[in-house]
């Protein structure tokens, strides 16, 4: 089983719509939780951290749920902009470790 | 926030050859910095984590020999694939945290723009 697993799409709506994207992970002892952006041949880059209480930063809100090891993007009125792959990332510290696990991606396409 | 540089961002190399790539941190020192691989369509996987001043710590599968890694500097990490071969064809990408970003950021990595491998 991956460590993190994601749905990966790809998801194709519209302008306009809401697309909501989910993820689960293995490991309980995973402590923090992003969701990362990277288009096509570049860098992943910080979309936002993932909070328990649920946090929200404009169009995007993110979930978890420790008890069901699972995260969760939403992002409203969809832009053409938007069009990239989403990655869940899980930073798991323990036995000397410290790093981020990657999921595969889920693809987005916003199309007009 | 944070920013990290990565030279080449691309190379073409024959097979047989050996590639360095550099990662800096450009506007922090990184007493930590990671090196990943992204094979097309697949998720980034974790190669080593490079220590500032000490031997890198691999991730199991990852052939130490093969993959070479020096921090000699809080800013500079490099990665050399030794012989490399076609199979080794792929996104390199390296990170780094900034320790001085506070607690907030501890876990948090800033990405390099990443070096495409591509050995014929």
């Known amino acids: 089983r991956k460590e993190v697993e994601q749905d990966p799409g790809p ?10 994207f989910n993820c689960t992970y293995s490991n309980s002892a995973s402590q923090s939780f992003f969701w990362y952006r990277q288009d096509c ?14 946090n929200e930063d404009g169009r995007f809100t993110a979930q978890l749920n420790r008890a069901s090891q699972y995260i969760s993007l939403l992002i409203r009125d969809s832009k053409l ?4 792959t989403y990655l869940c990332v899980v930073n798991y510290r323990g036995g000397g470790y410290n790093k981020l696990i990657f999921g595969a991606g889920t693809r987005l396409a916003v199309h007009p | 926030g944070a ?9 073409i190399c024959k097979s047989g050859t050996s590639v360095k790539i550099e990662c ?13 691989r992204q094979f097309p369509k697949q998720s980034l996987m974790l190669m080593a984590t490079s220590n ?5 710590t691999y991730e199991q599968g990852v052939e130490k020999d093969k993959f070479l890694i020096n921090h000699a500097s809080l800013t500079l990490s490099t990665l050399t694939v030794t012989s490399a071969h076609p199979e080794d064809s792929s996104f390199y990408i390296c990170s780094a945290r900034d320790p001085a970003g506070g607690p907030s950021s501890y876990n948090e990595q800033f990405f390099g723009p990443g070096t495409r491998l591509t050995v014929l």
């Open chain 1, 81 to 84: 902009s938007d069009s990239a």
């Open chain 2, 3 to 11: 920013v990290v540089s990565q030279h080449p961002s691309w190379v």
């Open chain 2, 24 to 36: 800096r941190s450009l506007d922090f020192q990184a007493t930590t910095m990671f090196w990943y």
């Open chain 1, 11 to 20: 998801f194709n709506v519209p302008e306009g719509a809401t697309v909501a």
């Open chain 1, 41 to 54: 041949r570049k860098e992943p880059k910080l979309l936002m951290s993932v909070y328990s209480s649920g």
């Open chain 2, 52 to 56: 500032e001043g000490s031997k890198a």
